[in-house]
């Protein structure tokens, strides 16, 4: 499986991004998907999952009620809605699927298929 992350750039504080994810195939309602992101000179870290399907929803606390990650199985995406972009949301976003149990939806090694990352820059 390919995963294409795309919707990046540059945006202003309180502004909104829409990132998507492009699978290469149907993996919606047979893997999980999640984004993570890594700022430079720090370590790469969660920002939210979807379980396969569209059920549960897992959100780092730092994005939590701005940030919303959603699927279109027809169009095998996974998006990432970012409202209210802060200056410390800039980083590398990164999508990835895997087939975690909800417990270990949060961690990197539950996933195994990664996108090449699209660069999110909040600075005004």
């Known amino acids: 499986v390919q995963l294409q992350a795309s919707g990046g750039g540059l945006v202003q504080p309180e502004g909104s991004l829409r990132l998507s994810c492009v699978a290469s195939?149907?993996?919606?309602?047979?893997?999980?998907t999640a984004w993570f992101r890594q700022a430079p000179g720090k370590e790469r870290e969660f920002v939210a999952a979807?379980?396969?399907?569209?059920?549960?929803?897992s959100y780092a606390d730092s994005v939590k009620g701005r940030f919303a990650i959603s699927g279109d199985n027809a169009k095998n995406t996974v998006y990432l809605q970012m409202n209210s972009l802060k200056p410390e949301d800039s980083a590398v976003y990164y999508c990835?699927?895997?087939?975690?149990?909800?417990?270990?939806?949060?961690?990197?090694?539950?996933?195994?298929?990664w996108g090449q990352g699209t660069l999110v820059t909040v600075s005004s």
């Open positions: 195939e149907r993996t919606f309602n047979s893997y999980s």
């Open positions: 990835a699927i895997g087939r975690p149990i909800t417990s270990t939806m949060t961690r990197e090694t539950s996933y195994y298929y």
């Open positions: 979807i379980k396969w399907g569209g059920g549960t929803r």
